[in-house]
């Protein structure tokens, strides 16, 4: 009972929710990328393996440009690339896309950890200085509202960036042109081919999209939050990430919705030292949480019509 | 006791296989540390010396036999977490020295098998514990912290005994010396991902801690971050971590690396020693480094003090912690 | 119906021929692909200033016991890759069945742990029962407890249509959280200061294929280094059991049929949601299994090692890479099981990171699932006319269909 | 429009030596195919002769191997259809190219989008747009409605909407009355008439002679990828395009002989249910089908036809009223008991109820008996050798197209697939066979074909209950016609009943009860 005391006490707490929401970011990123690449019809389960890759190479970067700006550059692009790889063997290699997700999850493991000992010996990656992180930023004025200022306005940048691109994403798949040709090639490519509309181009765009969004939650997650790379350092979030996106039933906000719950869960947890629970049920909470809410409140989700199926121009 | 093992002919050159646990070679932690006990002694003694990551807890015992089998003539296993698989290999290869870090080789219930050609490193964390836990204790007494809030904390990475033997070392000492001060402990349940860590880290700021012990690996890079872009202290870890933070104002110390390099160096000289061989303030095995602040003259005298009283063992450290959850 | 009632499941000679000659061909074609994977990794080496010869050969080594130069021991290598591919067979099982029925199984990892703690907590708590009684009730349990595990993704997804991925993720989660309850500070641990669980009674263990014993000696090492185990022959068994389920039984023309299209299957009176129940059921049977057979066979215990145990995710590899097939799943396992066991050797003897595993199965990933190969004879119209199989051409329609048009060659009789 | 028109005309499309290979067919065979500007060509072939084939070549989706076209006598070549529609090309495909989820207006504009600076979708202008086609050709559509709730009827007029939007010269239409009543083909041909009369070339692809009778200028047949031979409408006659077509004399109509109705099969009584959105579809409809006969179930599409059948089959819950298979009460059982108390159910979506595409031929001819004991030993286990040899039974039988019975279903063309079904419901011996559709979108070689074994069931007592959007089909074989009207079925009328009559009732005419 004094558990739930402690959390109770704690959701009145703005450093609670501020917590919330920066750990929310980070998922928000790559389920946001998930969103628009499977709006295409490209089944993408490699947010994780893009994400890692683009921790890596911010830190990398970093390290040796001296400046983050460039270093998020480096890692968003470290992201594409990934995801180039994903959309070319998916797309123009019709493979299987959980297949190729799954591979890219595994080459990211792989070949970070494999560079690190080619290119730093068996030494250590070595740390961003703070001055060379990503850097808070105290939206001046708004800073100073009570509780909501210290939530939504003394945030890292990148949170700035993601909630600006939560609307954006948003407002582009369901209100210009280029949404409605995206979510036509993934819900029924034939339509959209018959009616003139380049479906590959279409489904690489969106495709290295996802990888450029996990690629910068990738630099979020390594320059803005933590100062340097450790081995796996995901750990796991690119798969909540696209827990979050099919449980936001392929939108941008219900994606975030999600995302917070998971966030939420995250900022509860990180409180252990204040909350008289077993550290370990309280970790189950928010996947728990999820499962209840999933199964009581959301329900079916329905995917594109397309999605996961390769476009063979020609053969109905 | 001593094992009546001969001194290795200074003409074969003595091979040492290294197993690092799960972290990985890159864990800015005692994996790594040990390692670098193993390139010192390469260098300095001319040994070959060859290493192992195991990926999974399925790697252990593999990766030990792989060695064993191919006579290496020492094999280390690093990490608390490989008791077990070195008891079992330990008993198949009785020819073969093993040396464990951390821990001993146990059998399925957990009790030391004594096997003799094993060599258990095992650390008074709770030594180095209490020397850091005097600084942060005496600071906060001397009201020269960041928030002057009595408040200090830990973040453990996964509540086992080397994590928790820091901590109980810390807190013990910290509440000597100030017996006002409240200590937090959390755990990220996490090595690796600083994220993780700076997580707890900055809810234990928010609940107005200053002065913030990592005991977590590399997940604990994120504490001392954290306490860096909260302008408070932090305390580093395992080795000397001035480098990753200006908030580190200390690091406890836990010397793996010299423990590696002494255990490889007794097998070359031929007196290698089975059975527990522990590292604490006695033989400097364990230590402490003040770093980026200049610690005021009563600071440095109550740790000199602590490590005296240590030494003499008119003070004994708790090993544990009652209970991390009552600050 | 008038039709000659002949024996169960014997198979029409007819189609017996072409289906072997399709097995041989795509046989074949992954193998060609798996080569192509292992070049492409030695020109990574070689970029990163390694050498892939001495590399492969480790690897090699420590997969196969085969050209092993460090003084390895041939019978040891065997041994242990046998030992990692024993269960990646079950779990590969796991994810293969529901991807039949178009259901993704992540879960597979969680179901596992669950069986591993059920196969644990029986062990423990009746420690004294004879072998008799005990094994088989600690597989049991171990499968019942997966089947629960996931039976609630089943029930999620057949009521209130909560999407598997999402749950089966959330699930293995909460098995983690619950092992690291259990086995830290909770019911299941062994004493105060370790993170492992007590040991499982002795008739709770699953015997080795070699005596367990540390004096006598086999192929100039002590019997008992050599772990290989009884839980292969389960494992194998569950891949036959899986085959003939999938083709020789009602059941599996059920799951393939919801798989294939769930409005015909529901036109032709087959229950959608009791399949995707049973389906789930099944699946987590076979993970919890493998948990079971791990601790009964190999660990005795519940250790830490679950803390970041990945079984169950190269499981979803393993069951791809296997094209879903028993025979493929098989193949694929003793695969990831030799680079497994080879990473380590390669490490030590060539120095190479034994990251680089990871990558060459991400390599093998690519190759065998674009089929880079086909697609190169494509370019040359000729060959492509001699070998292009039409059937991989045939539109799917789920997310996970592409793995059922690959197999569409195996699309049997029935 | 008259044929010597037609023949002044320059040539809009020529097709020269078309050939193109599948794997293991030659479905176009040095193919020549031209059409004259302005006119309305007709395409016709039995399935899988090669037409869509053909025209998919044109529309740039497939490539032919060889051969050349050319467009207003420009040789072209068109790698897309992105091609085609520059070359004034628009085609409506056999299988609709509709977005279920999006408006009429969205997949209308789609690929042509009218767009606000920034790139924002214009729905406004969209309307516009829409509104004045609609005005221009009198094709009305509601440019809000979601394309998945409109009925199939407008789903094709938005087809056709979506094709003259991108401004096409040149329209293909593959089978376009293939799932349209009488008369909503015939709104249909006013609307090509009236486009022909601008200037539009039309080339037009139908099983339906009597379409195409009446509404081309000039015929080309196909047969087995190969031309058969090239007609001018007016001097020729359905007899001798269907011999061209099959290659032999066709019965277009089956003589039926007196049926001799048995006991009362199947009673239906007060049944309701509502449709998958929701809204009542069956409203409290009763009636009584016999042993050995046929009753046709006529009436526009949307007016229950289809949720009738799905209630009868099990596949959907009545919300009221009862259903009594031999005075077995069989309301409450679910498809799988339907199907075991011996009714047998013809699908109307062939390609997604009534076959797992992916199955071979054998599996799908046991799909739904797969728990029988002739093909699973103690309900569970396969007995592979006795469905394969039940498959070869069946495919030589009913004459199913297939290379071996291991073939994928989705390789069979639609004429094959729908044999396919036929054989395995048929072959079920059942009570009732239920038979919605049965022979949409097949050529006459298998209409007569199917026919004549619905025929042959009857006469062994069978009671048959025969839904078709084609009166011709309903009242050649209907020993009574139950005309369904929103609902509700407004009069049983006698196998005999005129045309007129049928169509005055469908469109909810009342007319003074012809007896039966
Ligand atoms: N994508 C394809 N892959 C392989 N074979 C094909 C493909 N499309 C068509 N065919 C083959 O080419 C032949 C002609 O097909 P086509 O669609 O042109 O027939 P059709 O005249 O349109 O038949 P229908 O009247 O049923 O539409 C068919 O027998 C089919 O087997
Ligand atoms: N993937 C495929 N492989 C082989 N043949 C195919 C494939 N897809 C389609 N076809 C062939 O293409 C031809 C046209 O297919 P489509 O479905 O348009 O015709 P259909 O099914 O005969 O329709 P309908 O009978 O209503 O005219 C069919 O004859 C079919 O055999
Ligand atoms: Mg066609
Ligand atoms: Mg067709």
Redesign the pocket.
Same mark, same amino acid.
């Given at each position: 009972m004094t558990a739930l005391g402690d959390i109770g006490h704690l959701l009145f707490t703005a450093d609670l929710w501020h917590a919330t929401l920066a750990a929310a970011v980070l998922l928000l990123l790559p389920a946001l990328g998930g969103v628009v690449s499977e709006r295409s019809g490209v089944v993408n389960i490699a947010m994780e393996g893009m994400m890692l890759t683009g921790a890596f190479f911010a830190v990398a970067a970093d390290l040796i440009v001296h400046n983050p700006w460039l270093a998020a550059l480096v890692a968003i692009l470290a992201g594409g690339v990934m995801a180039l790889v994903h959309a070319v063997v998916a797309i123009r290699f019709r493979a299987d896309q959980i297949v190729s997700g799954i591979a890219i999850n595994i080459f990211a493991t792989g070949i970070t950890v494999f560079l690190i000992n080619r290119f730093y010996g068996l030494q250590d990656v070595g740390h961003v200085p703070p001055a060379e992180l990503l850097p808070n930023l105290q939206i001046p004025l708004l800073d100073q509202i009570p509780f909501v200022g210290r939530v939504l306005f003394q945030q890292n940048v990148v949170v700035y960036v993601a909630l600006i691109l939560l609307v954006v994403i948003h407002v582009l798949l369901f209100r210009t042109r280029l949404g409605l040709r995206i979510r036509a090639v993934g819900e029924h490519p034939e339509a959209a081919d018959t009616a003139g509309i380049h479906v590959y181009r279409i489904r690489y765009g969106a495709v290295i999209s996802s990888g450029l969004l996990s690629g910068l939650s990738g630099a979020f997650l390594a320059i803005g939050i933590s100062n340097t790379f450790v081995p796996n350092m995901t750990d796991g979030r690119g798969y909540i990430a696209l827990a979050a996106m099919i449980f936001g039933k392929w939108t941008p906000f219900g994606a975030f919705i999600a995302c917070l719950i998971f966030g939420l869960g995250q900022a509860i947890y990180d409180n252990n030292s204040i909350i008289h629970v077993s550290q370990y049920l309280l970790s189950m909470l928010p996947y728990i949480l999820t499962l209840v809410v999933l199964a009581g409140l959301v329900g079916r989700a329905q995917p594109p019509a397309a999605d996961g199926i390769p476009y063979t121009p020609g053969?109905? | 006791g001593t094992s009546g093992t001969p001194a290795a002919s200074p003409t074969k050159t003595i091979k040492v296989g290294l197993v690092t646990d799960i972290g990985g070679l890159n864990d800015k932690s005692f994996n790594h540390l040990a390692y670098l006990g193993l390139t010192k002694a390469k260098t300095d003694l001319g040994i070959q010396g060859d290493v192992t990551e195991s990926h999974t807890g399925d790697d252990y015992i593999p990766n030990l036999t792989n060695f064993a089998s191919k006579n290496y003539d020492l094999v280390i296993g690093v990490g608390f977490l490989m008791q077990q698989a070195i008891g079992t290999v330990s008993g198949q290869f009785p020819s073969v020295h093993f040396a464990i870090i951390d821990g001993v080789g146990t059998d399925a219930n957990g009790n030391d098998l004594k096997h003799s050609n094993v060599e258990s490193l095992v650390f008074k964390e709770q030594d180095a514990g209490a020397l850091v836990g005097t600084i942060s204790g005496v600071l906060e007494k001397d009201g020269l912290t960041p928030k002057k809030s009595h408040k200090i904390s830990a973040v453990g990475g996964v509540s086992i005994p080397p994590v928790n033997h820091y901590i109980a070392g810390y807190k013990w000492a910290a509440k000597m010396q100030d017996p006002t001060v409240k200590v937090l402990v959390g755990y990220s349940n996490d090595f690796t991902d600083p994220a993780k860590c700076s997580g707890v880290a900055n809810s234990q700021i928010s609940q107005g801690a200053d002065i913030l012990f990592q005991v977590a690996g590399g997940c604990g890079l994120g504490v001392l971050q954290a306490a860096g872009q909260a302008k408070v202290y932090s305390i580093g870890v395992d080795a000397d971590q001035k480098s990753a933070d200006s908030s580190v104002i200390a690091s406890a110390l836990k010397r793996v690396d010299v423990a590696t390099y002494d255990a490889i160096k007794a097998v070359k000289d031929g007196n290698f020693q089975s059975g527990a061989v522990t590292f604490s303030l006695q033989n400097d095995g364990v230590g402490y480094q003040a770093d980026n602040i200049t610690l005021p003259a009563d600071v440095m005298a109550a740790v000199q003090d602590m490590t005296t009283k240590i030494k003499a063992g008119t003070l004994t450290p708790p090993a544990d912690i009652p209970d991390p959850t009552v600050p | 119906m008038a039709a000659s009632t002949t024996s169960a499941g014997r198979r029409a000679p007819a189609p017996l021929i072409p289906s072997i000659r399709r097995a041989v061909r795509a046989l074949a074609v992954r193998l060609g692909s798996v080569v192509f994977a292992f070049l492409l990794g030695a020109v990574i080496v070689a970029a990163t200033g390694g050498n892939p010869v001495a590399a492969y050969q480790a690897l090699i080594c420590g997969g196969f016991g085969l050209l092993c130069t460090g003084g390895e021991n041939a019978g040891l290598q065997i041994s242990n890759t046998v030992v990692f591919l024993t269960p990646l067979i079950m779990t590969g099982v796991a994810v293969a069945l529901p991807f039949r029925a178009g259901l993704f199984n992540i879960g597979a990892e969680g179901q596992l742990i669950v069986g591993a703690i059920a196969c644990t907590a029986v062990g423990v708590h009746f420690a004294t029962l004879p072998t008799a009684v005990l094994l088989p009730l600690v597989l049991i349990a171990g499968m019942a407890a997966g089947a629960c595990w996931a039976g609630v993704v089943g029930v999620l997804k057949a009521t209130t249509g909560a999407h598997e991925v999402v749950t089966t993720i959330m699930l293995n989660y909460v098995a983690q959280w619950l092992l690291r309850y259990l086995i830290i500070g909770g019911p299941l641990q062994l004493k105060n200061g370790f993170s492992v669980s007590s040991p499982i009674g002795a008739g709770a263990h699953l015997p080795r294929l070699l005596p367990n014993s540390n004096t006598l000696i086999i192929f100039g090492l002590p019997a008992s280094v050599y772990r290989i185990h009884t839980g292969l022959l389960v494992a194998l068994a569950a891949a036959a059991i899986y085959a003939f389920v999938l083709w020789r039984t009602a059941f599996g023309y059920e799951v393939r049929a919801v798989g294939q299209s769930q409005k015909a299957a529901r036109y032709a009176g087959v229950s959608v949601r009791r399949t995707i129940i049973l389906t789930m059921l099944v699946s987590g049977a076979f993970a919890g299994l493998a948990g079971a057979v791990q601790i009964a066979a190999v660990d005795h215990n519940l250790t830490d090692k679950y803390f970041a145990d990945t079984t169950g995710f190269d499981a979803i590899a393993v069951a791809l890479l296997g094209l879903g097939t028993a025979a493929g799943i098989v193949l694929a396992a003793i695969l990831f099981g030799a680079l497994h066991a080879g990473g380590a050797v390669m490490q030590a003897d060539a120095g190479i990171s034994g990251n680089l595993v990871y990558v060459l199965q991400a390599l093998i990933l690519f190759s065998i699932a674009a089929n880079f190969l086909r697609s190169l004879k494509l370019r040359l119209p000729a060959i492509g006319r001699a070998t292009g199989t039409?059937a991989a051409?045939?539109?799917a329609t789920a997310a996970v269909a592409e793995v059922r048009a690959a197999l569409h060659d195996d699309e049997g009789i029935a | 429009m008259s044929a010597e028109l037609g023949a002044a005309a320059p040539l809009a499309v020529e097709m020269r030596q078309i050939v193109k290979i599948? +794997?293991g *067919?030659v479905?176009n065979d040095h193919v020549d195919f031209e059409v004259r500007q302005g006119t309305i060509h007709a395409l016709v072939g039995e399935?899988?002769a090669g037409k $869509?084939?053909l025209m998919n070549i044109l529309y740039g989706l497939l490539h032919p191997d060889s051969g050349e076209i050319r467009i207003h006598g420009q040789p072209v070549r068109i790698n897309g259809p992105r091609d085609a529609i520059a070359l004034g090309i628009g085609m409506v495909h %056999?299988?609709f190219m509709l977005i279920p989820v999006f408006t009429v207006g969205e997949n209308i504009m789609l690929g042509r989008e009218p767009v606000r600076p920034g790139g924002f979708y214009d729905h406004r202008r969209a309307r516009e747009e829409i509104a004045a086609l609609s005005r221009r050709y009198g094709l009305v559509l509601d440019p809000d409605a979601r394309m998945g709730d409109l009925p199939v009827g407008l789903q094709q007029r938005a087809e056709i909407v979506k094709v003259l939007y991108r401004g096409a010269e040149i329209l293909v239409l593959?089978?376009p009355t293939?799932v349209l009543t009488p008369q909503e083909s015939q709104e249909l041909f006013g609307v090509l008439r009236g486009l022909v009369r601008e200037g539009k070339t039309i080339i037009f692809i139908s099983?339906k002679l009597k379409e195409v009778l009446e509404v081309s200028d000039r015929i080309t047949v196909m047969r087995r990828g190969k031309v058969a031979g090239h007609l001018i409408t007016k001097e020729t006659n359905e007899a001798e395009i269907a011999r061209m077509m099959v290659g032999r004399d066709v019965l277009l109509r089956v003589e039926l002989k007196p049926a001799r109705p048995g006991p009362v099969a199947l009673r239906v009584e007060d049944l309701s249910a509502t449709s998958d959105r929701g809204v009542p579809a069956l409203r409290a409809l009763s009636f009584e089908l016999h042993r050995g006969e046929i009753l046709g179930v006529a009436g526009v599409e949307g007016n229950g036809q289809s949720e009738l059948v799905e209630v009868l089959a099990g596949t959907r819950q009545p919300t009221a009223g009862r259903i009594a298979l031999q005075d077995r009460d069989i309301t409450e059982l679910d498809a799988a008991r339907v199907r075991a108390a011996g009714v047998a159910h013809i699908p109307e979506d062939?390609?997604g109820a009534g076959l797992v595409l992916n199955y071979s031929v054998a599996a799908n001819l046991i799909l739904g008996h797969q728990r029988d004991a002739a093909f699973a030993w103690r309900r569970m286990v396969l007995r592979l050798q006795a469905i394969l040899e039940w498959a070869r039974r069946l495919i030589a039988e009913f004459d199913i197209r297939t290379p071996s019975p291991e073939t +994928?279903a989705?390789?069979? $063309? /639609? /004429?094959? %697939?729908?044999k396919v079904i036929v054989a395995r419901e048929l072959g079920a011996r059942p009570t009732v066979l239920l038979a919605a559709q049965p022979t949409? /979108? *097949?050529?006459i070689g298998a209409i007569e074909f199917i026919h004549r074994r619905i025929v042959a069931e009857r006469d062994e007592g069978t009671a048959v209950l025969l839904i078709s959007a084609e009166l011709d089909e309903i009242r050649s074989l209907s020993d009574r016609i139950a005309v369904l009207y929103e609902g509700r079925i407004v009069s049983i009328e006698p196998g005999n009943a005129p045309e007129d009559r049928l169509g005055l009732l469908m469109t909810g005419g009342t007319a003074t009860p012809g007896g039966g």
């Amino acid at each position: 009972m004094t558990a739930l005391g402690d959390i109770g006490h704690l959701l009145f707490t703005a450093d609670l929710w501020h917590a919330t929401l920066a750990a929310a970011v980070l998922l928000l990123l790559p389920a946001l990328g998930g969103v628009v690449s499977e709006r295409s019809g490209v089944v993408n389960i490699a947010m994780e393996g893009m994400m890692l890759t683009g921790a890596f190479f911010a830190v990398a970067a970093d390290l040796i440009v001296h400046n983050p700006w460039l270093a998020a550059l480096v890692a968003i692009l470290a992201g594409g690339v990934m995801a180039l790889v994903h959309a070319v063997v998916a797309i123009r290699f019709r493979a299987d896309q959980i297949v190729s997700g799954i591979a890219i999850n595994i080459f990211a493991t792989g070949i970070t950890v494999f560079l690190i000992n080619r290119f730093y010996g068996l030494q250590d990656v070595g740390h961003v200085p703070p001055a060379e992180l990503l850097p808070n930023l105290q939206i001046p004025l708004l800073d100073q509202i009570p509780f909501v200022g210290r939530v939504l306005f003394q945030q890292n940048v990148v949170v700035y960036v993601a909630l600006i691109l939560l609307v954006v994403i948003h407002v582009l798949l369901f209100r210009t042109r280029l949404g409605l040709r995206i979510r036509a090639v993934g819900e029924h490519p034939e339509a959209a081919d018959t009616a003139g509309i380049h479906v590959y181009r279409i489904r690489y765009g969106a495709v290295i999209s996802s990888g450029l969004l996990s690629g910068l939650s990738g630099a979020f997650l390594a320059i803005g939050i933590s100062n340097t790379f450790v081995p796996n350092m995901t750990d796991g979030r690119g798969y909540i990430a696209l827990a979050a996106m099919i449980f936001g039933k392929w939108t941008p906000f219900g994606a975030f919705i999600a995302c917070l719950i998971f966030g939420l869960g995250q900022a509860i947890y990180d409180n252990n030292s204040i909350i008289h629970v077993s550290q370990y049920l309280l970790s189950m909470l928010p996947y728990i949480l999820t499962l209840v809410v999933l199964a009581g409140l959301v329900g079916r989700a329905q995917p594109p019509a397309a999605d996961g199926i390769p476009y063979t121009p020609g053969i109905e | 006791g001593t094992s009546g093992t001969p001194a290795a002919s200074p003409t074969k050159t003595i091979k040492v296989g290294l197993v690092t646990d799960i972290g990985g070679l890159n864990d800015k932690s005692f994996n790594h540390l040990a390692y670098l006990g193993l390139t010192k002694a390469k260098t300095d003694l001319g040994i070959q010396g060859d290493v192992t990551e195991s990926h999974t807890g399925d790697d252990y015992i593999p990766n030990l036999t792989n060695f064993a089998s191919k006579n290496y003539d020492l094999v280390i296993g690093v990490g608390f977490l490989m008791q077990q698989a070195i008891g079992t290999v330990s008993g198949q290869f009785p020819s073969v020295h093993f040396a464990i870090i951390d821990g001993v080789g146990t059998d399925a219930n957990g009790n030391d098998l004594k096997h003799s050609n094993v060599e258990s490193l095992v650390f008074k964390e709770q030594d180095a514990g209490a020397l850091v836990g005097t600084i942060s204790g005496v600071l906060e007494k001397d009201g020269l912290t960041p928030k002057k809030s009595h408040k200090i904390s830990a973040v453990g990475g996964v509540s086992i005994p080397p994590v928790n033997h820091y901590i109980a070392g810390y807190k013990w000492a910290a509440k000597m010396q100030d017996p006002t001060v409240k200590v937090l402990v959390g755990y990220s349940n996490d090595f690796t991902d600083p994220a993780k860590c700076s997580g707890v880290a900055n809810s234990q700021i928010s609940q107005g801690a200053d002065i913030l012990f990592q005991v977590a690996g590399g997940c604990g890079l994120g504490v001392l971050q954290a306490a860096g872009q909260a302008k408070v202290y932090s305390i580093g870890v395992d080795a000397d971590q001035k480098s990753a933070d200006s908030s580190v104002i200390a690091s406890a110390l836990k010397r793996v690396d010299v423990a590696t390099y002494d255990a490889i160096k007794a097998v070359k000289d031929g007196n290698f020693q089975s059975g527990a061989v522990t590292f604490s303030l006695q033989n400097d095995g364990v230590g402490y480094q003040a770093d980026n602040i200049t610690l005021p003259a009563d600071v440095m005298a109550a740790v000199q003090d602590m490590t005296t009283k240590i030494k003499a063992g008119t003070l004994t450290p708790p090993a544990d912690i009652p209970d991390p959850t009552v600050p | 119906m008038a039709a000659s009632t002949t024996s169960a499941g014997r198979r029409a000679p007819a189609p017996l021929i072409p289906s072997i000659r399709r097995a041989v061909r795509a046989l074949a074609v992954r193998l060609g692909s798996v080569v192509f994977a292992f070049l492409l990794g030695a020109v990574i080496v070689a970029a990163t200033g390694g050498n892939p010869v001495a590399a492969y050969q480790a690897l090699i080594c420590g997969g196969f016991g085969l050209l092993c130069t460090g003084g390895e021991n041939a019978g040891l290598q065997i041994s242990n890759t046998v030992v990692f591919l024993t269960p990646l067979i079950m779990t590969g099982v796991a994810v293969a069945l529901p991807f039949r029925a178009g259901l993704f199984n992540i879960g597979a990892e969680g179901q596992l742990i669950v069986g591993a703690i059920a196969c644990t907590a029986v062990g423990v708590h009746f420690a004294t029962l004879p072998t008799a009684v005990l094994l088989p009730l600690v597989l049991i349990a171990g499968m019942a407890a997966g089947a629960c595990w996931a039976g609630v993704v089943g029930v999620l997804k057949a009521t209130t249509g909560a999407h598997e991925v999402v749950t089966t993720i959330m699930l293995n989660y909460v098995a983690q959280w619950l092992l690291r309850y259990l086995i830290i500070g909770g019911p299941l641990q062994l004493k105060n200061g370790f993170s492992v669980s007590s040991p499982i009674g002795a008739g709770a263990h699953l015997p080795r294929l070699l005596p367990n014993s540390n004096t006598l000696i086999i192929f100039g090492l002590p019997a008992s280094v050599y772990r290989i185990h009884t839980g292969l022959l389960v494992a194998l068994a569950a891949a036959a059991i899986y085959a003939f389920v999938l083709w020789r039984t009602a059941f599996g023309y059920e799951v393939r049929a919801v798989g294939q299209s769930q409005k015909a299957a529901r036109y032709a009176g087959v229950s959608v949601r009791r399949t995707i129940i049973l389906t789930m059921l099944v699946s987590g049977a076979f993970a919890g299994l493998a948990g079971a057979v791990q601790i009964a066979a190999v660990d005795h215990n519940l250790t830490d090692k679950y803390f970041a145990d990945t079984t169950g995710f190269d499981a979803i590899a393993v069951a791809l890479l296997g094209l879903g097939t028993a025979a493929g799943i098989v193949l694929a396992a003793i695969l990831f099981g030799a680079l497994h066991a080879g990473g380590a050797v390669m490490q030590a003897d060539a120095g190479i990171s034994g990251n680089l595993v990871y990558v060459l199965q991400a390599l093998i990933l690519f190759s065998i699932a674009a089929n880079f190969l086909r697609s190169l004879k494509l370019r040359l119209p000729a060959i492509g006319r001699a070998t292009g199989t039409p059937a991989a051409e045939v539109p799917a329609t789920a997310a996970v269909a592409e793995v059922r048009a690959a197999l569409h060659d195996d699309e049997g009789i029935a | 429009m008259s044929a010597e028109l037609g023949a002044a005309a320059p040539l809009a499309v020529e097709m020269r030596q078309i050939v193109k290979i599948f +794997p293991g *067919v030659v479905a176009n065979d040095h193919v020549d195919f031209e059409v004259r500007q302005g006119t309305i060509h007709a395409l016709v072939g039995e399935n899988g002769a090669g037409k $869509s084939t053909l025209m998919n070549i044109l529309y740039g989706l497939l490539h032919p191997d060889s051969g050349e076209i050319r467009i207003h006598g420009q040789p072209v070549r068109i790698n897309g259809p992105r091609d085609a529609i520059a070359l004034g090309i628009g085609m409506v495909h %056999q299988h609709f190219m509709l977005i279920p989820v999006f408006t009429v207006g969205e997949n209308i504009m789609l690929g042509r989008e009218p767009v606000r600076p920034g790139g924002f979708y214009d729905h406004r202008r969209a309307r516009e747009e829409i509104a004045a086609l609609s005005r221009r050709y009198g094709l009305v559509l509601d440019p809000d409605a979601r394309m998945g709730d409109l009925p199939v009827g407008l789903q094709q007029r938005a087809e056709i909407v979506k094709v003259l939007y991108r401004g096409a010269e040149i329209l293909v239409l593959d089978e376009p009355t293939g799932v349209l009543t009488p008369q909503e083909s015939q709104e249909l041909f006013g609307v090509l008439r009236g486009l022909v009369r601008e200037g539009k070339t039309i080339i037009f692809i139908s099983h339906k002679l009597k379409e195409v009778l009446e509404v081309s200028d000039r015929i080309t047949v196909m047969r087995r990828g190969k031309v058969a031979g090239h007609l001018i409408t007016k001097e020729t006659n359905e007899a001798e395009i269907a011999r061209m077509m099959v290659g032999r004399d066709v019965l277009l109509r089956v003589e039926l002989k007196p049926a001799r109705p048995g006991p009362v099969a199947l009673r239906v009584e007060d049944l309701s249910a509502t449709s998958d959105r929701g809204v009542p579809a069956l409203r409290a409809l009763s009636f009584e089908l016999h042993r050995g006969e046929i009753l046709g179930v006529a009436g526009v599409e949307g007016n229950g036809q289809s949720e009738l059948v799905e209630v009868l089959a099990g596949t959907r819950q009545p919300t009221a009223g009862r259903i009594a298979l031999q005075d077995r009460d069989i309301t409450e059982l679910d498809a799988a008991r339907v199907r075991a108390a011996g009714v047998a159910h013809i699908p109307e979506d062939r390609r997604g109820a009534g076959l797992v595409l992916n199955y071979s031929v054998a599996a799908n001819l046991i799909l739904g008996h797969q728990r029988d004991a002739a093909f699973a030993w103690r309900r569970m286990v396969l007995r592979l050798q006795a469905i394969l040899e039940w498959a070869r039974r069946l495919i030589a039988e009913f004459d199913i197209r297939t290379p071996s019975p291991e073939t +994928p279903a989705r390789t069979l $063309s /639609g /004429g094959n %697939q729908q044999k396919v079904i036929v054989a395995r419901e048929l072959g079920a011996r059942p009570t009732v066979l239920l038979a919605a559709q049965p022979t949409r /979108g *097949v050529d006459i070689g298998a209409i007569e074909f199917i026919h004549r074994r619905i025929v042959a069931e009857r006469d062994e007592g069978t009671a048959v209950l025969l839904i078709s959007a084609e009166l011709d089909e309903i009242r050649s074989l209907s020993d009574r016609i139950a005309v369904l009207y929103e609902g509700r079925i407004v009069s049983i009328e006698p196998g005999n009943a005129p045309e007129d009559r049928l169509g005055l009732l469908m469109t909810g005419g009342t007319a003074t009860p012809g007896g039966g």
